[in-house]
Each structure stands twice: as structure tokens, then as C-alpha cells.
């Protein structure tokens, strides 16, 4: 199908980046999606499979250089181009104040959150360069715009270098036809928020304080964090490059 889009969304097994392939899909997008967990994979292929755009999955664990520039070779061969990127895959840390947070576990941030995220974007520049046409959105956090009080600061320095990078890549890609934009969303009621809760003496009361540093009073869904990064990757925003958008209920307006 010569006029299909190809699009790669990192981390969609589930949370903001199932909901970015769902509608992807919806809107007639080639979408593969990627992740360490095979069965969750596959389960979210058979969910859309019928959809206008097709679906595919792709095993790769993003703190493996290897792993990553074996899937893109795929993609090179199978598709040939990357029209979108979302590169979306994270993971949170703990939440332990920062004398004793463990190396090992920064380490990890930093492999996934920003070398994971880094080295995607290092093969899919390349693939967008053959037409000197895409887009990608990077996601981080509105712990990457300001400083989080909620003891995560590892996890909030690599969210802040996921925005140096998107900001000084698009000044680099700019003149290639190629955008480079970051979405940083507020509490998402997502699997990583919801081990957050549960790992709390009383996970309904820490619930309640998460809801409550949002101005309007509620935790977002991963599809309204979705229809934000669907717009950064459309030729709606197509004057728009090297931003960091915030999708936070006003929680970065205080």
C-alpha cells in the first residue's frame, strides 16, 4: 500500500502508549508496537487486528542497544521508511529519597528513560531522512518541566533530559522536514500509577493527594494523553517543533 503511513510506537503493550496505537489504527496508521512482554503484545494485536491501519508487534527490550538496532533493521527491510515516532517507553523508579536511592536502580532509568530513548531516535532519524519527512514525539513528564516533591528525583532528571534532547534534536532536523516535539503528561491512571498506589499503607488516600495536585481535580486517561501526541504527530501541528507540551489537568499552570 504505497500512500500507508508507518508508525513505531516504543512501550505499547499498554497505558499511553496502547492508547496512541489505538488510534493510530483507527486512523488507517501501519502501527508496530514494541515492548519486553510478548503475551501483552500479541493480546493487544488481536485486539485492534481488523482495524483500518494494521498492527504489529515487536519483542525488544529497550536497555539493549542490540535489541533495539536488530528491530530496526526489520523495520528497514519490511517497510523501507518511518513516517511517525513515539517514543514512549519509561520506567518509574521508586519513590526513595535521593541519598538513598540504589545505583543500580538509576542505572536502569538511564538505560530505558534516556540511552533507550536516545538510540531509538538514532535509527529512526535515518528512516524518516530517506523522504525527508516525519515526526516524532517523545514523551516525559511534567516531572521533566519542573522539580517533583514526591521523591522521584532520578526518574525526574532523566524526564528533564528527555526534553533537552527532543529541543536541540529539532534544531538539528529542522531544515529535513523532520519534527521533533515532547507531550509531558500529569498523573495517568496507568499501571505504573496504579503499583504507585498499591505499594502505599493506604493506596485510596494516596489517590486522593495525587488527584488533588491537579487543578481540575482528577487523574487523566491514557487516551486524553493520546489525542495530544496524535496532534504533535499531524500535519495540524505542522508549524510545530521542539516544544514540550504539557497535558496536565493545570498541574504546571501553579
Known amino acids: 500500500m504505497r500512500d500507508e503511513k508507518i508508525a513505531i510506537v516504543t512501550g505499547g503493550n499498554s497505558g499511553i502508549g496502547k492508547a496512541v496505537a489505538d488510534l493510530l489504527t483507527l486512523n488507517g496508521v501501519c502501527t508496530i508496537i514494541c515492548g519486553r512482554r510478548e503475551e501483552e503484545g500479541q493480546k493487544v494485536v488481536k485486539n485492534f487486528s481488523g482495524r483500518k491501519g494494521r498492527i504489529i508487534f515487536k519483542k525488544c527490550d529497550l536497555s539493549s542497544t542490540d535489541q533495539i538496532q536488530a528491530m530496526f533493521s526489520e523495520i528497514e527491510k519490511e517497510f523501507g521508511r518511518l513516517d511517525y515516532a513515539v517514543n514512549n517507553a519509561g520506567i518509574g523508579g521508586l519513590t526513595v529519597e535521593l541519598h538513598k536511592y540504589p545505583e543500580k536502580v538509576f542505572d536502569k532509568l538511564l538505560a530505558v528513560n534516556i540511552k533507550g530513548l536516545w538510540n531509538c531516535m538514532r535509527f529512526e532519524i535515518p528512516l524518516m531522512l530517506k523522504n525527508e519527512v ?12 519542573n522539580g517533583a516533591d514526591w521523591l522521584v528525583s532520578p526518574y525526574s532528571a532523566t524526564k528533564h533530559a528527555v526534553i533537552g534532547l527532543t529541543k536541540s534534536a529539532s534544531l538539528e532536523y529542522a531544515t529535513k522536514n523532520i519534527r521533533i516535539n515532547a507531550v509531558c503528561p500529569g498523573f495517568i491512571l496507568t499501571e505504573m500509577l496504579e503499583g504507585l498506589f498499591n ?56
Open 134 to 145: 516525519g515526526s516524532i514525539v517523545n514523551i516525559s513528564s511534567i516531572a521533566g518541566l
Open 199 to 254: 505499594s502505599s499503607p493506604n493506596p485510596e488516600q494516596a489517590k486522593l493527594e495525587i488527584q488533588a495536585k491537579h487543578p481540575v481535580n482528577r487523574i487523566a486517561e491514557p487516551l486524553e494523553i493520546a489525542k495530544a501526541v496524535l496532534f504533535l504527530l499531524s500535519e495540524d501541528s505542522s508549524f510545530i517543533t521542539g516544544i514540550a507540551m504539557p497535558v496536565d489537568g493545570g498541574y504546571s499552570a501553579r
